[in-house]
């Protein structure tokens, strides 16, 4: 266990040979709902996905990674644009969904979970990256698996947007939360992209 509260951290992109790091990571998380045990096929998907390959909606996702003192990732985030029942329902809400993303695969370890800021750090990195493509808002979602999460984006986003109906499949409904990103965040992510830079080409 980490020794300290507030461990120092960095940000940046994704790289291959960040998945031996990233694969325990995931599979502390992506776990049956009833019995707990690694869903090995959503492992492997995601770890598709930071390779490069297209979601099922047809996305590319990008990513950006934190790493602890030592160098070690711990923790990682995706973008992408929204699919389209996310779209239908922040839509149907009355959200202009021009020029917004869609937050994914957001995890971090287990030993840095609980008040320790490194979730925090890493969404705010995500909100930077997107506003400096363009974007001006971002939406995410959340089932019954992963609920205990809930608290976070109650906390980081403007507001929750209720349920899509079924979205992980029957009787799995998946709460949603909607974050419009600050003139001057937008104008500063814009101008420069200082704090960390994306290579070109990066995603997965």
């Not at 998380?29 to 096929?41: A, M, N, Y």
């Not at 020029?99 to 609980?114: H, K, P, R």
């Not at 363009?134 to 698996?145: C, E, F, I």
């Amino acid at each position: 266990m980490p020794s300290h509260q507030n461990p120092p951290f960095s940000i940046r992109a994704l790289h291959v040979h960040d998945l031996a790091a990233l694969t325990p990571i995931l599979r502390q998380h992506i776990r049956d709902l009833h019995s707990g045990e690694v869903v090995e096929t959503e492992v492997q998907a995601v770890l598709a996905y930071m390779t490069g390959a297209l979601d099922a909606s047809g996305r590319p996702r990008q990513y950006l990674v934190a790493c602890d003192a030592s160098g070690q990732v711990q923790a990682c985030m995706a973008w992408a644009t929204p699919d389209a029942l996310m779209t239908q329902h922040f839509v149907a809400a009355g959200v202009n969904m021009t020029a917004t993303v869609e937050l994914l695969n957001a995890f971090v370890a287990t030993d840095y979970l609980g008040g320790k800021g490194v979730g925090r750090l890493l969404f705010g990195a995500v909100c930077h990256h997107a506003a400096a493509a363009g974007a001006h808002r971002l939406v995410v979602n959340s089932g019954p698996r992963y609920w205990h999460s809930w608290g976070f984006y109650d906390r980081v986003c403007d507001s929750s947007h209720g349920l899509i109906a079924n979205y992980y499949g029957v009787g799995r409904d998946a709460k949603t939360w909607f974050k419009a990103f600050e003139v001057a965040e937008v104008t500063d992510a814009a101008a420069g992209r200082q704090a960390i830079m994306l290579p070109d080409g990066c995603r997965g």
